[in-house]
């Protein structure tokens, strides 16, 4: 009986190790490939935490099954042996691992700093700017462009164009834009750009992405923000900049609708 | 050991099973409540008299009647409501197991769909059948020559081509040089089933030249004799005469249904739109709006504003004149953009253009049938409410007088209440749909500038139209209009809370135009519509007599109101908007 949960206990592991192998293949971690650099990067630190954690992993359920398969074989009637503890064995699980851990948060320090530390922020996004502003509110993002060639500023202004839950931006740069919040804590979560960050109230956070392929990608609500936390998506619309600059023509084109369509237009 | 392992295992069991008793899949146990109007009726007017002879329907029976509950919505073909479905006639009943029909429109194009045909008419009317498949719109092409016999002779000509051979299924074709198509079956040498992409006219005497344009026939072109068009043709998946015998079976007492025949009218999966709408509206709306759309569900009371209650049929944003009710574009506006300022949110992109379609079905439903048992009560309460009642019995009728009064009421004058009750129904919500109830400006904007400006404020402040009455001096929503106290104009009682209100009894609170905040668009022309149209049943009132330059002027204004420095004076920034409005949609 000993022997059979010694081997049940020893089989999980393998079955975990085996599923962490295959599961990049089949699409079981992630939405789909990073589609940012920096996304890419992120990914990058995944998969050596991933792998690091395996080893060790291994290590010590292949420790762990040696104990569990002993005591199985050896039967009851040998007594068990004291020990005071081993100093140096202490010393080496302690100091290795810390190594390790050390090393991962150096390692990914400046992948940190560009996504989260404003001055490490592409040089681009500083030069350009906000793009448009994100405002969260229970359940739909809205969004506030600057008028066409002017910057944004946090106070609304009188060109200002709206839209909600379509966000619309360049691909291949990089591409920042203010986040807030009208109500209670949202947070923006572009899942196949891995960005994601809190939306505080009273904050205006800058968050920034860059996109090289063109596309719709979702955006879903990452904190829990109400009954309608669960609808509360949205999508950026990445496209070349000369058809950002026509969407946005014709969003002011349509905010400035009067209702009157004259004939020369209709033509059009 | 293996005691301990045993009571783990059953605990297993038994959690595995709780979840087959409780159930893992939608209950939709609903139903549509009545209004308070309805409930305040006596009780005999409420539930209608079906004791003996009597069968009289009450105010509850004619709603239930027309639509039904939620789980069990009635179709009634009255409503300008698009219930989904395609209605058709029965053509030919070659045998028990197969039907041909004729569409009045098209067929959807969805394969995968399960296809219910209802017979409406005739002596199988309100059978159900299941059809296992649905062969449509497809044309039979009889040759005046051998398919076999023209390609040999054509390859025989043409040694050294590619050798042609049998088109076969999928190929495409050009009709005329006109008309494209492709090639549905060969069922014999002379004969071709196609399917065209538009309209074919068939006219005689013109010569039908068919040429290949695909596949291993390709470049072959064979004239075609006769061209017919081969009807719709439905499998059952069932046998006729064996559902009808079961449905007599099992409906002693009520008619007996035979056999359908031609001309009898069908229904295909008919309430599909209604259906998907309200397993949408019921997983996304009903927690708001409620189940009958009386926007009082679970979440409504934390909200401020109220959600809409749609029973009074009235909707406050949209681009129709003061009369007319709310479009359908309208409605798909307000899922578009949502409501800024307010709870409802924007439901683009989780609903797609058939999901939205669907929901604003089902939500003009839930508006007629509040609408509906609205105005029955209207027809019923002066006389037969409980108070009305109450009041009569104080004056010197007896019950017994009144319950018959009631009686011949419902059994004389209630059918032409009811007439008079849809059809306006029926109008008012298709006029709401047309060109004529949009409001369009006879004008383009007046071009903002701070002359157009400073004439806004002061027709804003003039005594005409008075807007800082509600609106205040400064535009914060606060003029002396919110502090008087005012009678509910149905009740005559007086209200609880100072200030306007609306016709949902709630609050009224001027809208303060400073903040930026448009709920029903920040557009000109939505500001323009606001004024001219007024937000119906809310407190402000329609201008429609207000010169259209006026108004324009008055929306320059307004605009400006969030960027003004102090009240009535322009902004230091320059507004924009310098650039002659285009047209779009």
Redesign the interface.
């Given at each position: 009986?000993k022997k059979f949960w010694a081997l049940f206990f020893f089989f999980w592991p393998v079955v975990a190790i085996w599923s962490c192998w295959v599961a990049p293949a089949r699409g079981w971690w992630f939405p789909t490939e990073a589609m940012s650099p920096l996304g890419e990067r992120i990914d990058g630190l995944f998969y050596l935490i991933l792998g690091i954690v395996t080893v060790v992993f291994i290590g010590t359920q292949f420790a762990l099954g040696y104990v569990l398969w002993q005591s199985a074989v050896k039967g009851d009637d040998e007594k068990a042996e004291f020990s005071h503890g081993s100093h140096s064995l202490e010393l080496i699980w302690t100091v290795v691992p810390s190594f390790v851990l050390v090393f991962i948060a150096l390692y990914q320090m400046d992948v940190w700093a560009e996504f989260r530390v404003q001055s490490f922020y592409p040089n681009q996004t500083q030069e350009d700017g906000p793009r448009l502003e994100l405002t969260a509110?229970?359940?739909?993002w809205?969004v506030r462009y600057p008028?066409p060639g002017t910057e944004l500023k946090n106070q609304?202004?009188?060109?200002d164009l709206?839209a909600?839950?379509?966000m619309h931006v360049a691909t291949g740069r990089p591409v920042k834009f203010n986040l807030r919040t009208d109500d209670v804590q949202h947070a923006f979560f572009a899942p196949e750009l891995r960005v994601k960050q809190d939306a505080v109230a009273g904050l205006i956070i800058p968050v920034w992405f860059e996109i090289p392929k063109a596309g719709d990608y979702d955006v879903v609500c990452a904190e829990l923000c109400g009954?309608?936390h669960y609808?509360?998506?949205?999508?950026i619309v990445a496209e070349p900049q000369r058809q950002v600059d026509e969407y946005l023509s014709?969003l002011q084109?349509?905010?400035?609708?009067?209702?009157?369509?004259?004939v020369d237009?209709?033509d059009e | 050991m293996l005691v301990q392992m045993n009571r783990h295992i059953a605990t297993l069991i038994a959690a595995a099973l709780m979840v087959f008793v409780a159930g893992c899949g939608e209950s939709l146990n609903s139903s549509f409540v009545y209004s308070e109007q309805t409930e305040s009726l006596m009780l005999e007017a409420q539930d209608g008299f079906h004791k003996g002879d009597d069968d009289l329907p009450g105010a509850k029976d004619l709603i239930d009647e027309r639509f039904g509950n939620p789980q069990s919505l009635k179709a009634w073909s009255k409503l300008p409501v698009d219930f989904g479905g395609v209605t058709g006639r029965v053509v030919e009943t070659p045998d028990s197991k197969t039907l041909i029909l004729n569409f009045d429109a098209e067929l959807p194009v969805q394969t995968d769909v399960p296809l219910n045909l209802q017979f409406v008419s005739g002596p199988a009317a309100t059978i159900v059948v299941k059809i296992d498949k649905l062969s449509s719109g497809a044309w039979a092409a009889s040759l005046s020559g051998n398919l076999e016999t023209l390609i040999r002779a054509h390859n025989d000509n043409n040694q050294g081509e590619d050798t042609k051979s049998i088109p076969i299924a999928g190929d495409d074709v050009v009709l005329n040089d006109d008309v494209k198509g492709r090639v549905v079956a060969t069922p014999d040498m002379k004969t071709l089933t196609l399917n065209f992409d538009e309209e074919v006219q068939v006219q005689s005497g013109e010569p039908l030249m068919l040429e290949f344009v695909t596949g291993p026939a390709a470049e072959i072109v064979v004239e075609i004799d006769k061209l017919s068009e081969v009807p719709p043709t439905a499998s059952l998946s069932g046998n006729l005469e064996t559902l009808i015998k079961a449905h007599n079976d099992n409906n002693q007492g009520e008619e007996t249904k035979s056999v359908p025949v031609a001309g009898d009218v069908v229904v295909l999966n008919g309430g599909v739109v209604l259906q998907h709408g309200r397993g949408l509206y019921m997983r996304h709306c009903s927690h708001c709006h409620g189940t009958s759309g009386d926007g009082n569900g679970p979440t409504a009371q934390y909200l401020v504003p109220r959600p809409r209650d749609y029973r009074q049929g009235v909707f406050k944003f949209t681009s129709t004149n003061d009369q007319a009710k709310i479009s359908r574009d309208d409605l798909h506006r307000v899922l578009k953009n949502g409501i800024p300022g307010t709870y409802m949110p924007s439901f683009v992109p989780m609903l797609n253009e058939d999901d939205k379609h669907a929901v604003v079905e089902y939500v003009r439903l839930l508006a007629m049938r509040g609408e509906f048992e609205k105005k029955i009560g209207v027809e019923l309460s002066p006389d037969f409410s409980k108070a009305a009642v109450t009041a009569r019995i104080e004056g010197g009728e007896s019950k017994p007088e009144i319950v018959e009064s009631l009686r011949e009421f419902l059994a004389e004058d209630m059918a032409d209440s009811l007439e008079f009750v849809s059809d306006d129904l029926e109008t008012a919500w298709t006029t709401a749909d047309t060109d004529g109830a949009v409001i369009t400006p006879d004008m383009s904007r007046v071009p903002d500038s701070p002359e157009s400006r400073r004439l806004g404020r002061e027709l804003y402040l003039s005594k005409g139209i008075n807007c800082a009455d509600c609106h205040g001096i400064a535009g914060k929503g606060d003029g002396p209009q919110t502090t008087i106290f005012e009678k509910n104009p149905v009740t005559q009682q007086l209200y609880d809370t100072p200030g306007l209100h609306d016709v949902w009894d709630n609050v009224n609170q001027p809208r303060n135009l400073t903040r930026g905040i448009y709920r029903g668009g920040r557009r000109p022309i939505d500001l323009f519509r606001r004024i001219h149209a007024g937000i119906k049943g809310s407190r402000m009132p329609s201008f429609k007599i207000v010169p259209h330059e006026q108004i324009w002027h008055i929306v320059n204004y307004v605009l400006s109101i969030p960027f003004e420095v102090e009240p009535g004076h322009a902004p230091v920034v320059n507004a924009s908007a310098e650039a002659t409005p285009q047209a779009s949609l």
């Open positions: 009986m509110r229970q359940f739909e809205r008028e609304p202004q009188p060109g709206y909600v839950n379509e009954w309608g609808k509360m998506r949205a999508t014709n084109s349509e905010q400035n609708f009067d209702g009157v369509v004259t237009d209709e | -």
